[in-house]
């Protein structure tokens, strides 16, 4: 049997040679660029969302985090256009983790449930958005140059929005499998009541898987409005749900403490080559959505079987 | 002690409930008519309808986030019907029936598909929703004949909608089944523990299969409700009512984990936000501040007690 | 000023108008309801405006139904889908609320009137002839970002647009793609058409939120000044994207002015008046409503580099 | 070198500990006994800083201490086997038993490292699984060598075994004290905790009584014998559980034949008889479990019938074996026997529901009646009825396990470690359950790893190895030398 994350890979690189086949030009080096340039930020917060999903959290208001971060960042730049876009991005961080922070301190001390904070916490957000810009955008040419270019520059054909998602999957695979938080964040999900008796306190893994969940939001908020130069109270609406189905179809249990950077890399890839080869191959953008559900019902249904395989030892008995 | 729980959640929400009525009376002269609360429930029954079987899927421990794109689906089915020129009532069979059909797959994911239902429906809500897209495009149906509009805009009496009395029966028949039948016992005992129901002789995923068509066929219900209201079919119909609804049940009391919940609170849920949605457009306060609102609201009904039991154990030595 | 038989107590009586959004936190909407406001005040109106969170039917008619308990005397409303809202609205007249729509349309059944902002057809002609001045020789192909593909009003440009562009022989649509009226998509879908059409002459989108994202793409890819963008948008969100030659020049009628006309005749028609003769607007002329009692305002108006930046402050 | 004094805890109205005192001593083992929910294991999470204690003192090598949590435990020395199984599922065996101190290289983790010493901890406990596997595809008992070997994997200074035995079969029982008498020659306090009396006196050197979350005894365990022990747990004597019994009929009542499921059994036939007990004995993970889940339709098997009274059935899911009269009390109270979050009443009227509420309409006081009735006849330790399940002692969820299915009067029933974790009064209790079940005409197949009990309670004796029958022995037959031998290789 096939390990999860290779039968994901195959399927993405088999889906992939067939829109090759379809349209040569998808394989050219400077379209991959694009694709992976595109999938930036839906792996990053793919990554975050799959730290949250290991402690058997959710979170639903990551889309809402980065659309105010965003709002946040393209404010303090149209007042500030001379700040330099690295204060800005710091900025973005510190709001997305405060708010990140907000979500787990309250799953952490008040024990509430995860779906239910954070689907409040992703309406208030929202609504502060709106409150903050007073319902208008904020447009391109409010925003400095530094602030719109730092995410266009490039470095060895890539972006630095494509280099920040292979940086950030890169440490996420180093702490989550040699660090020993990383290792404690599958503990507390796994079982929190032998990771208590062990010395591990679930509650405060929960709590860091937010901050950094919520961080990674921030920063993606000022990625997306640096990126589409343009910021309003709907920018990433319903975005959340895309970023659980790439960590679904890349093998995160839902129920916690199972799921590799690599699963959730393939996750989002497999995403990224469907979304940006459904309109290249010219299909109807009426068929998107149902090819979409297909997938991840498909996904979903793979992965199932593989939960249930049988343990067994009687091989070496066997007459 | 349970049943001070109980009754301390079930309180919360009468509290806020009244507490509405008292601040909307007083903030506008337009709360209190007639009328206007009769208006008033058109902003809660669908959900409802919905929301009511919907507590008892999260109850025994599952979800259905697919509820939204089973109205689309249902409702493209029932526009096509319509222009075929099939009457009201073959239309209501088609809507429900289609909804059935979509909570049996659902079901059938979940149990012989074994996939979690979070992962299971978040699928299938595309892949509803898809259908939809797929079929209708850019088309609208709207040839349905004026009997079938009349179902979701009718009243008795002049003022309670036919959609209320709906909601109403639903409701006796989900808090029957929920606290007075061995079935509700079951799916108790399904949410708290699963494979202990399994192994006690519950044939579980019959249980789950069974909530997961009721879910289907009410949301089935509420796109011929729906449909008759709006009096047209175009794919984004409830676009992003299933996170709504999932909000009226959480914050009705039942627990996500599964397993806690009950009916009464559902229903009161439904009503103080479907009330409170209606009174804050009454002052024409705009629906994004309102979701501020909401989500406090939201995190203050589960936190409030939270912090109770915190104080209260903290208070002993 | 066509008052006819009406007397002047009853011209004279405060109104309660209220204008429905799209959805709020728009800018062109904002721009609307500005206008409106501008209006209000000389003519003994209360004004109130409001609107879903999210361009949905179902928002729409919950906000109709509180302004029904609110006994307004007129509504008006831009329309997210022209046949949902037409049970709601109609309640709202059989309890004495006059409706009408202005910008996106409302089923007959469901209004007394309908303000377009432009025709259909000048919409169409407009797009269509900057489209051609923009093409190098007036030839190529041409692509179209739209918003969603349910959106009426844009479903109707596009057609008007086809029908137009058979007065410019050198122009082929050579595809249209949806951005859904949402910035990351119609980003995509803009690549996207780079990529399959490399010969294209003109870009266009006719949606506020789509011609951004697409002329944010063209520019990313490095197509200034190579591929123009064109369409309908807003100045304000357009001005920098005009400057750096992006976007040429685009159109838009002016949501202030609409705001202000349809505050306007909707204060006309709460106070009594027909629409069987043309309405004359202070500061605008007049408005004739035709047997469908539809009234257009006027050819959309052109903006470039010479003119954004009076406008970009505006709207 | 440990010592609590006058500890107190309650739990909202419940009095775990009203007046607790143990002392641990260098060098020595000390056996903790007491009845079901006298307080043992709460004492241990204490320890284990898991619960703070309402009053009382702790002192560790004379000086006070306060255990704030269970690094802090760690940090002092203090190493746990609790009695719930507290395994990561998800993890690997090696980082399960790594878990309080990854072996760590530049700050890194040291999978490597980790995955020796995980070797060599199961080396020592003559488990053979694989250190890389998932904890997950362990059964409950290798779960229970994880959480051992874990906490031997450390220079403990005190070690705590609640329970730990209660699993394991007597070769790993027989490990396990080969590893703590070496430990404590080093030096190490051991405070253990079973319910069986042949260990404690084989092991201990001390004992010390709870009874009612209050010491009442302690002292050296060559001044006592079981007798006394007993009275000190009780506050009174307690005949031993009957072993006189009436001869079961000759009528078969279940028969299976050749039942066969690939990779976990084979072949496996044996029939049982109105009024016996047919006791079912093997080490750990010989596939006994998986015999009883395929009776009671948890799993398919591949080939082989299952007749009762003669007729052949097909059980596809539980709800069929309930149906033909059957009822299973799995091994794992925890996750498959009790719903832990929902009350005594529930739990024990789950099965039953369908005679409860015929008409399908439920009451409360009915059903309350009805557990009450149970929580008396099997004397369940609990306030009432409506108590939930997991505010109970391990010994008492057991009891309302077998509640729940005597409740449902089947004809058959399949009892898996029925008194794992079960006081000497209850476990007669439950074994005059079982005869007097078994004498009304009724069977029970009774898996059991307590070689005891197999031979008290058995009329015959079926014994498993690796998935194979080994043989079925009658009664006269049964020497615990013959089923040890026919249980192991040889
Ligand atoms: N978390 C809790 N909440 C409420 N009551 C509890 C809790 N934990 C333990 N108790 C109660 O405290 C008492 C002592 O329980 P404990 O588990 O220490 O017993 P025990 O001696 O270990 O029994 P056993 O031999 O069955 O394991 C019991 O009456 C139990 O019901
Ligand atoms: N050496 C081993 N390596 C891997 N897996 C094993 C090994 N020994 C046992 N198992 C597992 O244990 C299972 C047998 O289950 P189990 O231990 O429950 O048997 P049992 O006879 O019922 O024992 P118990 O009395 O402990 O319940 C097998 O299916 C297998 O997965
Ligand atoms: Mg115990
Ligand atoms: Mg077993």
């Known amino acids: 049997m096939l390990s999860r994350d290779l039968r994901l890979g195959i399927a993405t690189l088999l889906l992939f040679a067939a829109v090759t086949a379809a349209f040569p030009q998808f394989a050219r080096p400077d379209n991959l660029a694009g694709v992976l340039n595109d999938s930036a930020i839906l792996i990053l917060l793919a990554l975050g969302q799959m730290l949250v999903i290991l402690t058997r959290g959710i979170d639903l208001s990551v889309a809402a985090n980065l659309a105010l971060c965003g709002m946040i960042a393209a404010l303090f730049n149209r007042h500030f256009p001379d700040a330099g876009a690295l204060s800005t991005v710091a900025i973005a961080l510190v709001c997305g983790a405060l708010l990140g922070a907000c979500n787990g301190l309250l799953v952490w001390k008040l024990r509430l449930p995860p779906i239910v904070v954070t689907l409040g916490t992703m309406s208030i957000f929202r609504g502060a958005i709106y409150q903050l810009s007073g319902g208008v955008w904020v447009n391109d040419n409010e925003m400095s140059p530094a602030f719109l270019d730092l995410v266009r520059y490039r470095f060895l054909g890539l972006t630095t929005l494509a280099w920040t998602a292979v940086i950030a999957a890169l440490a996420a695979f180093i702490c989550l499998r040699y660090l020993r938080t990383g290792r404690d964040l599958y503990a507390a999900g796994g079982n929190p009541s032998a990771a208590t008796a062990a010395g591990i306190d679930p509650g405060r893994m929960q709590f860091i898987a937010y901050t950094i969940c919520g961080a990674i939001a921030g920063v993606c908020g000022y990625l997306w409005v640096a990126r589409f130069a343009v910021a309003y109270t709907d920018i990433a609406l319903g975005f959340e749900l895309e970023v659980i189905a790439a960590c679904l179809i890349g093998g995160v249990a839902i129920a916690g403490g199972i799921g590799t950077v690599t699963g959730v890399l393939l996750g989002c890839l497999f995403i990224g080559v469907i979304r940006n080869a459904l309109p290249l191959v010219g299909i109807s953008p009426f068929w998107q959505m149902y090819i979409n559900g297909v997938v991840i019902t498909v996904a979903a249904l793979m992965s199932a079987r593989q939960r249930t395989e049988k343990r067994s030892i009687l091989e070496a008995e066997r007459a | 002690m349970k049943a001070a729980a109980w009754l301390r959640w079930e309180s919360m929400l009468a509290l806020v409930l009244v507490g509405e009525f008292v601040v909307f009376s007083m903030l506008t002269p337009y709360f209190l008519d007639p009328l206007t609360l009769s208006d008033a429930t058109f902003s809660f029954t669908e959900r409802a309808v919905i929301a009511l079987p919907l507590a008892l899927v999260i109850i025994s421990g599952d979800i259905d986030i697919s509820v939204a794109g089973i109205i689309a689906l249902a409702s493209v089915a029932m526009g096509l019907a319509a222009a075929e020129g099939v009457p009201t009532g073959g239309l209501v069979a088609i809507g429900l029936a289609t909804g059935l059909a979509a909570g049996i797959i659902n079901g059938a994911l979940v149990t012989i598909g074994r996939v979690p239902s979070i992962v299971a429906t978040i699928g299938t809500m595309s892949l509803f929703r898809g259908i939809a897209y797929a079929v209708l495009g850019d088309r609208v149906l709207k040839n349905y004949p004026a009997s079938f509009t009349h179902l979701g805009q009718g009243y008795v009496f002049g003022l309670v909608s036919y959609e209320l009395c709906i909601v109403v029966v639903l409701a006796l028949i989900a808090g029957v089944v929920l606290h007075f039948t061995r079935w509700g016992r079951c799916i108790y005992a399904i949410g708290s523990n699963p494979v202990a129901a399994r192994f006690s002789g519950v044939a579980v995923n019959r249980y789950r299969l069974m909530l997961f068509a009721a879910t289907g066929m009410c949301s089935g219900l509420a796109a011929v409700l729906l449909t008759s209201r709006l009096g047209s079919t175009r794919p984004s119909i409830a676009q992003g009512w299933e996170l709504e609804i999932i909000a009226m049940v959480i914050l009705g009391g039942v627990s996500v984990w599964g397993g806690k919940g009950t009916i009464p609170g559902v229903l009161m849920a439904a009503v103080a936000l479907g009330i409170f949605g209606f009174g804050l457009s009454l002052l024409n306060i705009p629906g994004i501040v309102m979701s501020i609102f909401v989500g406090a609201l939201l995190i203050a009904v589960v936190a409030v007690p939270a912090i109770g039991e915190r104080l209260r154990i903290g208070a002993r030595p | 000023i066509g008052c006819g038989s009406r007397d002047a107590t009853n011209a004279s009586e405060r109104v309660r108008i209220g204008i429905v959004a799209k959805s709020l936190g728009n800018g062109f909407f904002d721009a609307v309801h500005k206008g409106a406001a501008e209006a209000a005040g000389p003519l003994d109106v209360d004004l109130i405006f409001t609107g879903p969170t999210t361009p949905t039917a179902e928002g729409q008619i919950e906000v109709v139904n509180a302004l029904i308990a609110q006994r307004v005397d007129a509504i008006a409303i831009s329309a997210n889908d022209p046949d949902a809202v037409v049970p709601a609205l109609q309640r709202a007249a059989q309890r004495g609320i006059k409706v009408i729509s202005y910008d996106s349309a409302v089923a007959e059944a469901g209004r007394v009137a309908h303000l377009a902002p432009s025709s259909d057809q000048l919409i169409g002609e407009t797009v269509a002839q900057l489209a051609a001045e923009l093409a190098p020789g007036g030839k190529g192909k041409i692509a179209v970002v739209s918003a969603t593909p349910t959106s009426t009003n844009q479903n109707a440009w596009l057609a008007q647009l086809k029908q137009a562009l058979t007065a410019h022989p050198g122009l082929e649509l050579a595809a249209v793609a949806y951005g859904d009226d949402v910035s990351d998509k119609s980003y995509r879908e803009t690549t996207a058409l780079l990529q399959q059409h490399p010969d294209l002459a003109v870009m266009i989108s006719l949606s506020s939120v789509g011609i951004v994202a697409a002329a944010r793409a063209v520019e990313d890819r490095g197509l200034t000044g190579k591929l123009p963008v064109t369409g309908l948008g807003l100045p304000s969100e357009l001005a920098g994207y005009v400057k750096r030659g992006v976007v040429p020049k685009f159109a838009i009628w002016n949501p202030i002015d609409l705001g202000y006309a349809t505050t306007q005749i909707a204060a006309r028609i709460a106070r009594g008046e027909s629409i069987s003769q043309p309405i004359s607007i202070e500061r605008l002329g007049s408005v004739t409503f035709d047997a469908n009692g539809v009234g257009a305002m006027g050819k959309p108006f052109v903006y470039d580099a010479r003119n954004i930046d009076e406008f970009a402050g505006v709207f | ?490």
């Open chain 4, 1 to 490: 070198m440990l010592r609590l004094a006058n500890i107190r805890k309650s739990f909202g109205g419940v009095h775990a500990l009203r007046d607790a005192t143990l002392t641990l001593h260098a060098g020595e083992v000390t056996a903790l006994i007491g009845e079901n929910g006298a307080g043992k294991s709460t004492i241990v999470r204490i320890i284990g800083g898991l619960h703070q204690p309402d009053a009382g003192e702790i002192q560790l090598d004379g000086r006070t201490v306060r255990i704030t949590d269970a690094h802090h435990a760690r940090s002092l020395g203090i190493s746990i086997v609790h009695q719930e199984c507290v395994v990561f599922d998800n993890l690997s065996v090696a980082e399960n038993i790594c878990i309080h101190a990854r072996p760590q290289r530049h700050g890194l983790v040291s999978w490597r490292q980790m995955r020796e010493r995980a070797k060599t901890m199961l080396r020592q406990l003559d488990a053979t699984f694989d250190p890389d596997l998932p904890a997950g595809r362990l059964s409950i008992a290798q779960k229970h060598i994880v959480q051992i070997a874990r906490a031997l994997d450390s220079d403990a200074r005190v070690l705590v075994l609640d329970e730990p035995t209660a699993a394991l079969s007597h070769r790993e029982a027989e490990d396990l004290f080969r590893i703590t008498r070496q430990l404590t020659g080093d030096g190490c306090a051991v405070l253990f905790i079973s319910h069986r009396f042949e260990e404690v006196f084989s092991l201990a050197h001390r004992y010390s009584v709870f009874r009612d979350g209050a010491a009442v005894d302690a002292g050296r365990i060559d001044e006592v014998d079981t007798n006394v022990l007993v009275k000190l747990m009780v506050g009174r004597a307690v005949e031993p559980s009957v072993s006189g019994h009436a001869a079961p009929s000759e009528t078969e009542l279940l028969r299976v034949e050749g039942l066969s499921r690939r990779g976990e059994f084979n072949g496996i036939s044996f029939s049982v008889r109105r009024g016996e007990v047919l006791g079912i004995y093997g080490l750990v993970g010989a596939g006994r479990s998986e015999v009883a889940h395929a009776l009671f339709g948890l799993s398919t098997v591949d080939s082989g019938r299952i007749l009762i009274d003669g007729m052949p059935v097909t059980i596809a899911s539980p709800t069929d074996a309930v149906r033909h009269g059957l009822a299973y009390v799995p091994e794992d109270r925890q996750t498959e026997g009790a719903i832990l979050s929902l009350s005594i009443a529930a739990n024990v009227c789950l099965p039953s529901l369908q005679a409860l509420a015929p008409q399908v309409i439920c009451k409360r006081d009915r059903e309350s009646a009805f557990a009450q009735k149970w929580i008396d006849s099997l004397s369940v330790k609990t306030p009432g009825p409506d108590q939930l399940v997991g505010a109970l002692s391990g010994g008492n969820q057991q009891k309302v396990v077998l509640a729940k299915w005597l409740a449902r009067q089947p004809r058959i029933l399949i009892v898996d470690e029925p008194t794992k974790g079960i006081d000497v009064g209850a476990k007669a209790a439950v074994h005059a359950v079982m005869r007097e079940f078994v004498a009304k005409g009724h069977a029970v197949v009774m898996i059991s790893s307590e070689l005891p009990e197999v031979l008290n309670l058995s009329d015959r004796v079926l014994v498993m190895r690796r998935g194979r029958a080994r043989g079925v022995f009658e009664r006269e037959a049964a020497t615990p030398e013959a089923i040890v031998r026919a249980a192991t290789d040889a």
